[in-house]
């Protein structure tokens, strides 16, 4: 199976801050990386795919990057409604898995 | 607009049995391939199983599989998981969920949560 590895496990931040999250594939995946949020009691909601698509109505302050290995999800000027737990998820293979999550917090 | 709706969540005594449905909405259902995922109670996101759109090939996690049967009607616009000799670990949400491509997954229903108990 492929294991994803996400750091930090969980970061600090104020409103206009830009933050990097990271998740690190063993093995690699290429591209096929997405990234999740999810507010508690919520689904989680698309935010990436494909590495580096933002997913249809996503606000551009988020962008993605990377491709093998490593990748990053990027929050510009982080807004009250941000702070969240951020998943990765890589669809390379199955079974499919799902990091273990950052959670972002004030 | 897209809609995923489960149910058939509830209290089920270890060893017994359940079967989640997903109704789906708002979008050609038989031309998707569908996904269930469960989250335990303050735990991360762990993928269930996966069903291609006309229900031919089938996936399933490794904690699942064998246990655990996914299934759809098409005609009814509806997913299913059948869930078999329960476990406490099976304790969770499940939340169905839509894919594209890779694949990665667009839509989540709001999840029904599943409480396996004596």
């Known amino acids: 199976d492929i294991q994803l590895t996400q750091s930090p496990s969980s970061v600090s931040a104020s409103v206009g801050d830009r933050v990097t999250l990271t998740c690190r594939a063993s093995p690699g995946v290429t591209r096929w990386l997405a990234w999740y949020q999810q507010k508690p009691g919520k689904p989680p909601t698309l935010l990436i795919h494909a590495a580096s698509t933002l997913q249809s109505g996503v606000p551009s302050r988020f962008s993605g990057r990377g491709y093998g290995t490593e990748f990053t999800l990027t929050i510009n000027n982080v807004q009250p409604e941000d702070f969240a737990t951020y998943y990765c998820q890589q669809g390379i293979s199955f079974p499919i898995t799902f990091g273990q999550g950052t959670r972002l917090e004030i | 607009q897209v809609q995923l709706v489960e149910s058939g969540g509830g209290v089920v005594q270890p060893g017994r049995s359940v079967r989640l449905s997903c109704a789906a909405s708002g979008f050609t259902f038989d031309t998707f391939a569908m996904h269930w995922v469960r989250q335990a109670p303050g735990k991360g996101l762990e993928w269930v199983g996966r069903i291609s759109h006309d229900g031919t090939d089938k996936y399933y996690g490794d904690s699942v599989r064998g246990r655990f049967i996914i299934s759809r009607d098409n005609s009814r616009n509806t997913l299913y998981l059948q869930m078999n000799t329960l476990r406490g670990e099976d304790t969770a949400v499940y939340y169905c969920?839509?894919?594209?491509?890779?694949?990665?997954?667009?839509?989540w229903g709001q999840g029904a949560l599943v409480t396996v108990s004596s």
């Open positions: 969920a839509r894919e594209i491509s890779a694949p990665h997954l667009d839509y």
